[in-house]
Structure formats: structure tokens, C-alpha cells
């Protein structure tokens, strides 16, 4: 294996915490309450994706496509003002620590997010410099599970993608992975990220692979 390919939201940093408080201000304006048992299904997808499964969690139906931009966009302005102070804080215990150990090692790394916002978030937290190539939602046109945010950064990185691995915590983003023909660890619950090769609890337990 050649190369490390890291989602972001949830294996870098908890962004989840703001996309999800972000659709329930969304929600509350549009007359219902977006539960936090529902949030798993948005982990990893984009944001129009989301957006299509917290209209249908409200039970919204007839939206127009011009309607589903302004409220997509609306959303995106709550969740960048949430971030607007993240700061190398809240990068997820043990990543840092792994990146250098790995980089170390002679990994290449690469980051494979669907966020537009990710490569300004990881400017924030000090880690740019870290990667060798940033993969976010600006360069793709084909969201997880779709693989190609990890097969383009792995041939920006010039690594084939069976020599590449992904660190997800999102089903969608591992069946991207295996789409991809690359091997994946998944961070989080066993039975959501079964079809990983290998499941860690947390960030910090990947210090101990
Ligand atoms: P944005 P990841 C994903 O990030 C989030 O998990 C997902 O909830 C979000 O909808 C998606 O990015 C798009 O984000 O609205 O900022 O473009 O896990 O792929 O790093
Ligand atoms: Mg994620």
C-alpha cells in the first residue's frame, strides 16, 4: 500500500455536529423537527442528496428544483457560519498524530471529501500542509458512493487505486471506496460500516493499526 486516502467530515474532524444543526434550523424554518436519529443517513452524502432526505423526513413533497437551490444554498450559509471559528481544536483525537507517523512511513496522502467546504476547513485546522493532494466537493461532479473523489485523488496522488486505502465513517463512503477497487478501514459501528476491511471504534484506535 502506497497511499492513505482520508474522508473528512468524521475521520478528520466532527462536522457532522454543524451539517446536522445547520438542516435543523432548515427544518424548524420549514415547520418540523430534523432528529438526530435521522443524521446517520446524511453522513457522507451531498448536499443536495441531504437535502432530498431531510425534505423527505419532513414529509415535503412538490419542491421545485429553483426552490431545492435557494434551500440548499440557505442551509450551506447556516453551516459556514457555524464554522466560520473551527480551529485545529477539533481535529479528531489521534489524527495528527497518525497523518506524521504515516507520512513518515512513506504513505502519500490524499484527502476524499464531499464537501465543498473541504479544503477550507482543512486550511482551519492547520492540516493542509500535511496532504499531498485535496480532493473536495469542487472537483468532482459525482457524489459517494460514486467512487470518483478517491480515484481522482489517487491519480492526482499517481498511486493506483488497489495500492490505496480509505478511512471512512459513512456506509456511503466505503461502498465508494469498493467501488473504487481500494481497501478501507471504517471508523464507527461495526454494523454500519460492515463491507469495510477493517472497522476501528474511533480516530484514536487508529494509532493502534
Ligand atoms: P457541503 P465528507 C460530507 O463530507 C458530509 O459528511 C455530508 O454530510 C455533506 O452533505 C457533504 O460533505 C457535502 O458537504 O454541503 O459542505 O458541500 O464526509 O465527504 O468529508
Ligand atoms: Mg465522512
Redesign the pocket.
Known sequence: MKAIIF????VVVDT?KY?YLAWRKLAQELGFTFEKMHNER??????MR?LEIVLEVGGITGVSEEKKQELAERK?GY?LEMISGINQSEILPGITEFISRKKKAGYKIGLG??????GMILEKLGLAGQFDVIVD?NLVERA?PDPQVFTKAAELLGVPCSQCIVIED?AA?IDAAIAGGMKCIGVGARDILKKADIVVPDTEALLSI
Open positions: 474522508d473528512l467530515d468524521g457532522a451539517h446524511l453522513k457522507g452524502v451531498s448536499r441531504s450551506n453551516y471529501s464531499a464537501s465543498k467546504s473541504g466537493g459517494k459513512a463512503g
